[in-house]
């Protein structure tokens, strides 16, 4: 009980310091909270994007396939396919 109790007068340089602190922890905080809120809206278009991606991957690997069965086909001469073609390829003008 016979403490003595000191009170002391802050310093101007402790001040600006704690001030510059609680102003560095604002916008650390908010910046993180507007981070989250950017991450989420951003989930949805990042997966309208891997669906048209993925999409556009299976299309290009179902051209190559049928390139593929069609050089096949005209290298060997097996008519395994539709026999579908994109032109008149029987030399006959019209």
Do not use: W
């Not at 802050?10 to 991450?39: C, N, P």
């Not at 951003?42 to 069609?70: D, I, N």
């Amino acid at each position: 009980m016979s403490e003595i109790i000191k009170s002391e007068a802050i310093s101007r340089r402790k001040a600006l310091s704690l001030f510059g602190q609680g102003a560095a922890f604002a916008v650390a905080t908010s910046t993180a909270a507007l981070t989250v809120s950017d991450a989420e809206a951003q989930t949805v278009g990042m997966e309208r994007r891997q669906e048209r991606r993925a999409g556009r991957h299976e299309r290009r690997e179902e051209r190559r396939t049928g390139r593929y069965e069609r050089r096949e086909d005209r290298r060997t001469g097996a008519t395994t396919g539709a026999g579908t073609t994109t032109g008149m390829a029987t030399g006959q003008k019209q």
